[in-house]
Each structure stands twice: as C-alpha cells, then as structure tokens.
C-alpha cells in the first residue's frame, strides 16, 4: 500500500497536513488502510518532513521521495514504483495499492474492495467508483446542434433518455487503486489488462483540491462519521469547556454580584475515573470567574481559563504536553469552541450544544451539559467501569 503525500499544495496549501475533524489527511488515509483486513503493508511516500512525522505517528513506513518525483508535474505511479523499489521485499509483491490522502472520506472496506477485484475477480488493476446520474455538458461548437456553445457528453440534449433508460454510469473518485505489480511495471500506468471498477457510496466521494472541498469535508464529517463514540485507545487526553459543558449554563448572581452555578457530581466521579486510568484532563474557559479555578481544585485537575483564544491556549497545551491534537478529546457546547474543534481529533459537543456546534462534532452526547455529560463521555472511555455507577 503506497500514499503519495507530496509537501506542496498550490490548491490548499500544506493540503496534506490539513485536519479534517482534527486528523490530518494523511493520518486519515493511513488509519483507513491499517484498518483493511487485506493490507499488509502501508508506506507513504513524501518529500515533507512534517508529512513524514504525521505518517509515522499514525502507524505508517515513510520512504522519502527524491527531488526529481517531487514536482507538480510528476505522477503518482511514479512515486509507487519508488517505494517498490525502495523497501525491502519490493520485488516480491503481487498487488499494490495506491491510495489518495485527498479523500478524506475513504473506508477500509474500499480499500479491501480493489484489492478482492484483483486478487480474487480477476482484474489487472481496479479502482474505486460512485454511482453517476448527472448530464455531462461541455463547451465548444455543436456542429449545427439544437443547442448552440455547449453540447451534450454522455447524453443526446435533443432526446434525453429518463435515468431508468440509460446505461449505468460510475464516477472515478480518485480514493483507491489496486494493481498487480508486474503490470503496473510493464506499463507504468494504473490502468492495464482487465481493469475493474468497485462500486462505493456517492455521499462519501469527496476530493480536496480546493479550499472549498475542505469546508465541504468538514461540514460532511459528522455526519458521515457519527457511527461510533470513542474509546480509550483513541485519545490521549480529555479537555472540558465549563460552562454549558460542566454546568446547565445558568448562572445564579446574589445582591453583592457573586455568581453561583451548579454541577453534577457525577461529571467529578467520571473525571476521578478518567484520572486514574491515566487519561490527563484539562479545563479550559474564557470565563475568568474564580468558581472555575474552584472546579478545577475540587477535582485536581489543571485548569486555563480567561482565555481569548482557546485554540492557541490547547495548541500550546499539547506541544508543552507532549500530545498531538488529534489525539485530543475535547467537549464543547457553543460557537467559540468551533477553533478547537477544528483543532482536536474528537470534537465532542453536549446534547443542548448550539446547534452549529452539534453539527461539527464528531460525537454528540445524549446527556445535557450540567447533567451528567461528562460522565457520560467518561462512560465511552473507560466502559463498564462507569456504567450504572
């Protein structure tokens, strides 16, 4: 399995790199292809040391790609038969793969379906493709046509065929390539001998190439990847808004101006349980009210709060941590947690979140903030220690 991830990017600069619900492109690709139970190998192949770091941390080989493969101009096949060459038992291979970081939206069950297209259907070499109804125009001259400057690509515009009545037509995402390796060397081009498409879901098909596709990928990934909760093995620390997040989001205020909220003890069982699992946990508030610091020495945690910037503040937290963002869990519940959200690998958002919060988190509680949300995530981590406690 071989990821081209090249440094430059005139599209989306340092596009590979990029987070997509706070993991970078390429750590997207790797973790798909890790996942694929056909897989047996995955380098990426880049010429960009800070892609090389994100790859290696994701669990991925790194071949480093000479300057002369390295530019706009030069071809992904090139980039996989470097990588054949260059580790050991490259020879030896019977299929390669090539996967693209640009879509974002890849699943290992892609990835398995080219590599069954050619080891087990036969083909040469196969590729991932979506369902395709749209009517293809192109400009040009017509050559006298019904209709003048454009004309019809797949269809006839004079006697257009209804969608049942027209063969069926697929799109070529870009995601994923399976080649048989001596192919792929004879030829030098992915697509060869008896060549395979393997159908995959249209709403996931998504290629970045500009910043436009990145706020669609990122708008699309809750919704596309809301199918699980996360578990211990998928974060190395939990961050925690306070108001709205550890409270109800009220705010009681006496005659002489104190302010007073209230907040579940079971959140500060749940992060007692996640302290001693080993899971460092942090608060961070833009409010500069002292009840903050209070919470935060009530469950010996530490806390950053009157905070401008939360982002800037977690960023720094996880460089003097030691704790890459994307293995960052972090519950939120209204707008000025949307940077951080970009920012972590679980954006988690309460159930009475702001509703343009919901939709950018990738996991949302069924719990109001205030009641017990914490507890809940708290429960997804550690499991059945926390369940009906």
Aim: hydrophobic share 45%; glycine share 10%; aromatic share 4%.
């Amino acid at each position: 399995m071989v990821i081209p991830a090249r440094g430059g990017s005139k599209g989306v600069p340092g596009k590979n790199l990029t987070p997509v619900a706070g993991v970078p492109l390429v750590a997207r690709a790797v973790a798909a292809c890790l996942a694929a139970s056909r897989v047996t190998r995955v380098a990426v192949s880049t010429d960009d040391g800070g892609i090389a770091a994100a790859a290696r941390h994701a669990g991925a080989e790194v071949v480093v790609r000479p300057a002369e493969i390295s530019g706009d101009l030069a071809s992904s096949e090139a980039a996989v038969l470097h990588v054949m060459d260059s580790l050991d038992g490259g020879g030896d291979v019977e299929v390669v793969l090539l996967v693209q970081c640009t879509s974002p939206f890849l699943t290992a069950s892609d990835v398995d379906g080219v590599v069954a297209a050619v080891l087990d259907g036969g083909a040469d070499s196969a590729f991932t493709a979506a369902p395709f109804h749209s009517f293809i125009w192109r400009q040009g001259d017509t050559d006298g046509g019904p209709i003048k400057g454009v004309h019809g690509v797949n269809h006839d515009a004079a006697h257009r065929a209804m969608r049942q009545q027209r063969p069926k037509e697929f799109l070529e995402t870009g995601a994923a390539y399976a080649m048989r390796a001596s192919g792929l060397r004879e030829h030098g081009h992915r697509f060869f001998g008896r060549v395979a498409l393997v159908p995959t879901d249209p709403a996931r098909t998504l290629e970045i190439d500009d910043p436009s596709d990145l706020l669609r990928a990122r708008a699309l990934s809750p919704l596309l990847e809301r199918g699980r909760t996360p578990a211990q093995d998928d974060v190395d620390a939990v961050v925690l808004d306070f108001d709205g997040t550890q409270t109800d989001d009220r705010v009681l205020i006496d005659a002489d101006g104190r302010e007073v909220v209230a907040v579940h003890r079971g959140d500060g069982l749940a992060v007692a349980a996640m302290r001693r699992a080993g899971l460092p946990v942090l608060i961070l508030s833009t409010e500069t009210n002292p009840v903050v610091a209070a919470r935060a020495r009530k469950l010996k945690v530490p806390v950053l709060h009157g905070i401008d910037r939360k982002d800037i503040a977690l960023k720094r937290w996880c460089e003097e941590e030691g704790i890459a963002p994307e293995r960052v869990l972090y519950v939120g519940n209204d707008v000025n947690d949307l940077p951080c959200f970009d920012l972590v690998g679980w954006p988690v958002a309460v159930a009475d979140a702001h509703e343009v919060v919901r939709a950018a988190a990738r996991a949302v509680t069924g719990t109001r903030g205030g009641y017990g949300a914490i507890r809940e995530i708290a429960a997804w981590l550690l499991g059945s220690t926390l369940e009906g406690n």
